[in-house]
């Protein structure tokens, strides 16, 4: 496996993939990675020559007062795990790297980045939306794979993809979960043994809206009553959003017959958690 730092090495690497004629899937991560980026890599492996994992906590997807300084970072371990699961390349750039000096452009799509997580945390999705638009510049991959989990950010980039014509197709993997339910994520790492039980709540919830929907109840207003009912159970978790909206637009629907994205952000202690489901 060949980890590399700089624009300049990846953009050779993938010249003499391309005169090969390989096709290339990339797996954009921000590290201290668990399962669920792992299960990432084994889709990407399954259905691509070559398979390219980038690592970077990228700064601007990050509010003032959130945990940039603090985000977990295990290089060491993150590497050896992407060798075991099979990947062929890791990218590690620096800050200056991704973000030359004087860079001033940035990518937002407008609309949909408002909206959800986008709504309560300003700016997070433009961040998301300029460096993952700038791995897709540097690799030009064939396939990009992203996790269930973060729904909302598919949504921006699948709509980014469109906009802006990348020749990139977007796979989203089955969010990976604990044996207790708990959607795995880098940020558990933050809990506590109580705060983690107390988060079971938000996977809680979830089911408790999937088995409405599957006993014939389509109205969402019910729906997300009967859901902040289970987080009451729970009352040290401050609830952030809990919505039932369009997968490709994050906009609220009224009833859920046509399919639906039911999404919750919460507060466990100081940990931000979000988890959904697609009903």
């Known amino acids: 496996m060949l980890v590399v730092q700089t624009v300049a090495e990846v953009r050779n690497e993938c010249k003499r993939l391309r005169a090969g004629g390989k096709t ?15 299960s990432l890599v084994r889709m990407a492996r399954a259905s691509c020559d070559f398979v390219a994992v980038s690592i970077f906590v990228n700064p601007t997807q990050f509010g003032p007062k959130e945990d940039f300084t603090k985000y977990p970072r295990n290089l060491e371990r993150d590497c050896q795990i992407l060798e075991q699961a099979g990947a062929d390349l890791v990218f590690v750039p620096s800050v200056e790297e991704m973000y030359p000096a004087g860079a001033t452009t940035i990518v937002e799509v407008t609309g949909l980045s408002d909206r959800l997580d986008g709504a309560s945390r300003p700016g997070h999705f433009r961040g998301v939306a300029t460096v993952v638009s700038k791995l897709f510049h540097i690799f030009t991959p064939d396939r990009a794979f992203f996790g269930q989990k973060d729904a909302a950010q598919v949504a921006v980039l699948r709509k980014m993809v469109r906009d802006l014509l990348f020749g990139v197709q977007i796979e989203v993997c089955p969010t990976v979960r604990e044996a207790d339910g708990l959607a795995m994520s880098s940020r558990n790492a933050y809990l506590s043994a109580e705060q ?17 929907v599957r006993q014939g109840e389509k109205d969402s207003g019910k729906l997300t009553a009967a859901a902040l009912r289970v987080f009451g159970e729970e009352p040290a978790v401050e609830v952030e959003f809990c919505r039932i909206v369009d997968p490709s637009t994050l906009e609220d629907v009224a009833d859920v017959r046509h399919g639906a994205l039911v999404a919750v952000a919460a507060r466990v202690g100081s940990t931000r958690l979000i988890d959904n489901v697609l009903v």
């Open 24 to 38: 290339l899937g990339l797996v954009p991560t921000m590290g201290a990675l668990h399962e669920g980026h792992i």
């Open 196 to 212: 983690r039980r107390q988060a079971l709540v938000l996977s809680r919830a979830l089911r408790t809206i999937e088995g409405l």
